[in-house]
């Protein structure tokens, strides 16, 4: 399964609202998560299983979508958002990540 | 305090090997779903390998056949030998655990190391 991220790059202001898309290339059901990546940092999950928040993560990301089409949420762009987004699948017993996009400062 | 730490990084020539370790602590490798993913210098995220708890493993194409995953239960530590290394698999190297809780698991990895740099040299 193919995941594509949409759009590459997205240049926002703070406050402004950021929606990500990532669609897989095939149905993943309710398999699917998202993290944010900061340079020099690991990944860090923001939402697991289409919709629910991880542990410690603001109420201004949310999840939705399914079936191949999914969307990840900023309701209001905080300085420290600024940073790679990669959405992931899981199917049987491999996983595959999309390619990012990079959430910038305009 | 719960971490993964990566380690067994550094240079190798094409064609050699390197074997990797990460080590946990605040957590038991026998009772977690443990992952290799590995991210080129300026590129995306690619999972490579997942070691369940039951003992099932599995690779990515792309490393199928030159990599393997192993965990030593005694020591904590979760392993990736690969083999015929290529300068396509420069990159770090990160283990992550797949996150579960209260006996169910799900779409996600929760716990991450730092990394390991590799870099394959021609």
């Known amino acids: 399964i193919v995941l594509t991220q949409s759009p590459a790059t997205l240049s926002l202001s703070p406050g402004e609202r950021a929606t990500l898309s990532c669609r897989a290339s095939q149905s993943v059901g309710g398999h699917l998560a ?3 990546q900061k340079p020099g940092q690991p990944p860090r999950l923001l939402i697991y299983d289409v919709s629910n928040r991880a542990s410690g993560i603001p109420a201004r990301f949310s999840g939705g979508g399914s079936d191949t ?8 762009v905080e300085p420290e958002d600024f ?11 491999s996983w595959t990540f999309g390619l990012g996009t990079q959430v910038d400062i305009k | 305090d719960v971490k993964l730490v990566e380690s067994g990084g550094g240079l190798v020539q094409r064609g050699g090997s390197l074997r990797l370790s990460c080590a946990l602590s605040g957590l038991s490798v026998s009772d977690s779903h443990m992952n290799w993913v590995r991210q080129a210098p300026g590129k995306g995220l690619e999972w490579l390998s997942v ?3 039951a003992g099932t493993i599995n690779y990515a194409d792309s490393v199928k056949g030159r ?19 290529s300068v ?3 990159a770090v190297y990160y283990c992550a655990r797949r996150y579960c809780n209260d006996g169910n698991c799900f779409t996600g990895f929760d716990l991450w190391g730092q990394g390991t740099l590799v870099t394959v040299s021609s």
């Open chain 1, 34 to 36: 998202w993290y944010q």
């Open chain 1, 69 to 76: 089409d999914f969307t990840l949420t900023i309701s209001s």
């Open chain 1, 83 to 93: 940073a790679v987004y990669y959405c992931q699948q899981r199917t049987d017993w």
């Open chain 2, 51 to 53: 070691y369940y708890i």
């Open chain 2, 67 to 85: 990599f393997t995953i192993s965990r030593d239960n005694s020591r904590n530590t979760l392993y990736l030998q690969m083999d015929s290394l």
């Open chain 2, 88 to 90: 396509e698999d420069t």
